[in-house]
């Protein structure tokens, strides 16, 4: 409690103090307590004559000297128009006067400033628009600066002169130059002072013509590149009593196309093919004329026209260039009339034709006649010593292109460059290999001899084999059953190509297998673990992959049934149990390779027997070479059995001789009496052997024959 009434008696005190006294009186030391100008007189200057620096001064708590401020200050000028201020320097725009104020911490200085010109005015010799004419020369104008009393210098070479449009007239410390027709306004400025006059320009012409010094068609100039060149002359026609002047030397000559025609005081050139305007002009008149250009041939023709490659080592080449006007005219030769040009000299030089090369490197030999030209790219590489390719045998299919073989070449300082695109191929045979565009492409099937010339080096041969894609690879045994530890022969393949032509190819083929159950050994599989695996098969574009099963050896197959009666257009499976050393069953049915030994009667797929027509047949099969085999017969099929009569009345001791025929699904009748089984439901009545019935005594009975499950009825009545 007592604490707190210290610190309030302790806060009134302070409180007293600060209104006491100012808060400058307490500054702390490095504080800014007044600014000052340096200067503090008014500031009297003339517009563009004068400028003054001021300064602000600081008074810093603890110093004696005082800080300079100016820079730091923000200055204001009220009427920045009049005269501007910038960090304490001030600049006179024009007459009037001015408060300058400069601010700091909070501090604010101000000062008068006023500012006048130096002369009372400045005035030109010239006043109002003048009128000059082009040609005029020796103008000028004076700029006057006029003093209080009246009293006038000519200050015509200090003055700042400008011209309001260059291209009618241009002025220098009162000199002027005309340029061309039109208007212009001259200004001078002299101290802050400004006078000026209006200028107009006209041409003393009132046209200008250009005339060919011979005579010409109206309208356009024609020419052709290399005629001689044509001289126009510029007459200009005066305005004022029509006179004509000759001004070709004097006049300004351009041509819309210098790289087409060319112009030099009115004397014209034709370059190359193209349009150009010609235009001249001469005080303030123009004329101007279309100059159209052609070549006197139609064509320029180099031979040879492709780009040439040549080594250090080669001798120079000679081109002829040659030009024509139709397929009807004779090609005039004008080898050594054109002009040859090299882009890269130190490469290749040329002179009338004769390319001769010189350092490693390109060019580009340009041949120009009469305004057509043509262009030959010409490499020129080091001297070759040798060439050499990885492939010196190469097979293609018939249509397929492959890209030419790498080549690298060897260089008299032993380095290896890669050359590929710069070997020259040849086939020995067109029709089934060409060389097209970096590709041998195939034509037709055979085989061909391709060589690749570079320089001087031993040429490089390439023999190549031209076959029809494969369409299939045919196997004769699609899978393989193999005993442990025992080998068996790889099937035979035919391979069908695209044109239907077969070719054995077993020993072509390349086979691999997949997995450790089995091995490839001279031609044969060998078993090796029990397990599967597939057998690979690949020739040319074409491969085919076999089923291989490794497996213990089989002692004992099992078939059933191993004889089998079939009606026509019908199928049976065939079942077939193999037995292993150790007594277990496997199901074999699918994996037998049934043959049957008459396809005409019986077919047989996998495990399905199908009849085809009647008659009989053998299948046989193996596994494991454990053979095997089934009896196949087919017959017809029994629709029906009829006979003569199925009810018959008979005398005791008469007898009856019936005829029994049997129907097949293929409409094939037979009597089949003596094959049929004959029954009587009571001997004692009636009696049947082979047909033959016998009336016994009075009753009756009931006759069956039956024939291949199939039963007839006869009725007999014995009275």
């Known amino acids: 409690m007592i604490g707190n009434r210290k610190m309030t008696k302790w806060f009134l005190v302070m409180l007293l103090v600060a209104v006491v006294f100012p808060a400058n009186v307490f500054a702390a030391s490095g504080d800014v307590t007044s600014i000052e100008f340096e200067n503090p007189a008014a500031v009297h200057l003339y517009v563009a004559e004068t400028t003054q620096q001021l300064k602000v001064l600081a008074k810093i708590e603890g110093l004696t000297d005082k800080k300079d401020v100016t820079s730091d200050s923000t200055w204001v000028s009220s009427d920045p128009s009049v005269i501007k201020v910038e960090k304490g320097l001030l600049t006179p725009l024009k007459s009037g006067k001015v408060t300058i104020t400069a601010k700091y911490k909070g501090f604010n200085l101000t000062l008068s400033a006023d500012s006048a010109y130096l002369f009372k005015e400045l005035k030109l010799d010239q006043s109002g628009t003048v009128q000059y004419k082009l040609g005029d020369e020796n103008l000028s104008v004076k700029a006057l600066a006029v003093d209080n009393d009246g009293s006038s210098n000519d200050v015509s070479a200090n003055a700042d002169w400008t011209s309001s449009s260059t291209s009618v007239i241009t002025v220098a410390g009162g000199k002027l130059t005309l340029v061309g027709k039109g208007s212009s306004t001259i200004t001078a400025k002299y101290k802050g002072l400004t006078a000026s006059y209006k200028v107009n320009v006209v041409s003393p012409y009132s046209e200008l013509k250009l005339v060919p010094e011979q005579s010409l068609p109206d309208g356009d100039i024609e020419m052709l590149v290399g005629d001689k060149e044509l001289q126009l002359n510029a007459v200009a026609q005066l305005s004022e009593g029509g006179t004509k002047q000759t001004v070709s030397d004097q006049a300004d000559w351009k041509s819309s196309a210098p790289s087409v025609v060319s112009v030099d005081k009115g004397k014209i050139k034709a370059l190359a093919t193209g349009k150009a305007t010609i235009t001249a002009s001469y005080r303030g008149v123009t004329a101007e004329v279309t100059v159209l250009v052609r070549t006197e041939f139609e064509a320029l023709i180099v031979n040879p026209s492709n780009d040439q490659t040549l080594f250090l080592s080669d001798s120079p080449v000679q081109v002829e260039a040659s030009v024509r006007n139709s397929v009807d005219t004779e090609r005039e030769i004008v080898t050594d009339k054109a002009e040859w040009v090299s882009s890269n000299a130190l490469a290749v030089t040329v002179k009338n034709g004769l390319i001769t090369p010189r350092q490693v490197g390109t060019s580009t030999v340009k041949v120009t006649y009469k305004g057509l030209s043509r262009e030959i790219k010409v490499t020129v590489f080091p001297t070759v010593t040798k060439i050499s390719t990885e492939k010196t045998s ?326």
Do not use: C, H
């Open 394 to 719: 190469l097979d293609m299919f018939k249509g397929e292109s492959i890209s030419v073989p790498k080549v690298t070449a060897t260089t008299l300082d032993e380095k290896k460059q890669d050359f590929t695109s710069n070997v020259e191929w040849t086939s020995s045979d067109s029709n089934t290999v060409v060389v097209e565009n970096g590709k041998f492409v195939s034509k037709g099937t055979g085989k061909v001899t391709l060589t690749g010339k570079l320089g001087k080096a031993a040429p490089l041969v390439v023999e190549v084999v031209v076959q029809e894609k494969v369409l299939v690879l045919l196997p004769e045994k699609e899978n393989f059953s193999v005993v442990i530890g025992k080998e068996l022969p790889l099937t035979k393949v035919t391979a069908v190509r695209v044109n239907g032509d077969e070719e054995d190819v077993t020993d072509k083929i390349e086979w691999s297998l997949t997995g450790a159950n089995a091995v490839i050994k001279g031609g044969k599989i060998k078993g090796l673990v029990k397990g599967n695996a597939t057998l690979k098969g690949t020739y040319l574009n074409q491969s085919l992959k076999l089923p291989v099963a490794v497996e213990p050896q089989i002692t004992k197959i099992v078939v059933e049934p191993q004889s089998l009666e079939l009606n026509l257009k019908r199928s049976k499976s065939i079942k077939v149990t193999g037995f292993y050393t150790n007594g277990t069953k496997i199901n074999l049915s699918s994996k037998m390779d049934w043959v049957s030994s008459n396809p005409e009667v019986a077919t047989v797929s996998g495990s399905t027997v199908k009849s085809v027509a009647e008659g009989t047949a053998t299948l046989n099969g193996s596994y494991q070479g454990v053979a095997a085999k089934v009896d196949i017969r087919v017959v017809p099929k029994l629709m029906k059995l009829t006979v003569d009569e199925k009810r018959y009345v008979l005398a005791p001791g008469a007898v009856k001789t019936v005829d029994l025929v049997a129907e097949y699904d293929t409409g094939k009748t037979t009597s089949v009496t003596g094959s049929a089984v004959w029954t009587s439901s009571k001997p004692s009545v009636a009696k049947v052997s082979a047909g033959k019935i016998e009336a016994v005594a009075k009753g009756t009975a009931t006759i069956k024959a039956k024939f291949d499950n199939k039963i007839v009825t006869i009725s007999i009545s014995v009275k």
